[in-house]
């Protein structure tokens, strides 16, 4: 079975919230062992040793990520009309992903090769929706978005 995004992403955010139980566990694997379980031991605790640089890096892409979270709760309702936010959902992860690109926090290389494609793809899915007339009919005659999106 394929591992979707948010599965990642609520395995990432349970580790940051066991960060200090996980790095305890792995900082005293070697504890009390000697010879080759020993060996073996230092050589698990060096590959799943995470530094603070890693850390910080696990929670800027939560924070990335966030919005991709809320986004598939806010389409995934049952019994609510999903089309209409369909725009301004997509408006809101453009605003997000281009001011992250902006931000100092989320300068690591591989972080922004990530952004850069996530505003490619969303920008190829953006031309797309704009293609369609159902999204924009839907958000303009619906009650409580009408006009507003488009001021």
């Not at 986004?71 to 997000?96: A, I």
């Not at 619906?142 to 488009?150: A, D, E, G, T, V």
Request: a positive charge.
């Amino acid at each position: 079975m394929p591992i979707r995004w948010n599965t990642t992403l609520a395995e990432i955010e349970r580790g940051i919230l066991l960060q200090n139980a996980i790095t305890f566990w792995v900082n005293t694997l070697p504890d009390g062992l000697r010879g080759k379980k020993r060996a073996a031991a230092v050589r698990k605790q060096a590959k799943l040793y995470i530094d603070p640089k890693g850390w910080q890096f696990l929670e800027n892409l939560v924070e990335v990520l966030a919005p991709f979270k809320e986004f598939t709760s806010s389409l995934s309702q049952k019994k609510v009309p999903t089309l209409p936010q369909l725009l301004s959902l997509y408006k809101h992860l453009e605003n997000h992903l281009s001011s992250c690109r902006l931000d100092v926090r989320f300068s690591a290389p591989n972080l922004q090769k990530a952004l850069s494609m996530a505003l490619a793809k969303h920008d190829k899915h953006m031309q797309i929706l704009l293609k369609k007339k159902f999204p924009l009919l839907a958000a303009v005659l619906h009650p409580s978005i009408r006009l507003k999106y488009f001021e």
